[in-house]
């Protein structure tokens, strides 16, 4: 069964910046494209940034610059590097693996202006 656990949300200034860490297991962790999606009040679930099980990366055009993902594959982690963080990056983050598909239970952000 896979389980995908974040950690690292909280409260900070705008400006400021917040690593969230996502450990996996039940997955040959390797293997898989790795996920950030977050979710404000109010809104769709949106997909912030992709690494691939060759480390390639995407992000959405609003935090590319900002938001950096990564993996250590010894560790079973994926991890999301938010710098110059803005109110509008207030969301509740979530880990997620594309196949097989699992979510985690997300960790709130809060940005504070």
């Known amino acids: 069964q896979v389980q995908l656990v974040e950690s690292g949300g909280g409260l900070v200034q705008a400006g400021g910046s917040l690593r969230l860490s996502c450990a996996a297991s039940?997955?040959?962790?390797?293997?898989?494209?790795m996920n950030w999606y977050r979710q404000a009040p109010g809104k769709q679930r949106e997909l912030v940034a992709t690494?691939?099980?060759?480390?390639?990366?995407n992000y959405a055009d609003a935090v590319k610059g900002r938001f950096t993902i990564s993996r250590d594959n010894a560790k079973n982690t994926v991890y999301l590097q938010m710098n110059s963080l803005e109110p509008e990056d207030t969301a509740v983050y979530y880990c997620?693996?594309?196949?097989?598909?699992?979510w985690g239970r997300g960790t709130q952000v809060t940005v504070a202006s």
């Open positions: 690494i691939t099980s060759g480390s390639r990366t």
């Open positions: 039940g997955i040959t962790f390797s293997f898989a494209t």
């Open positions: 997620n693996s594309r196949i097989p598909e699992a």
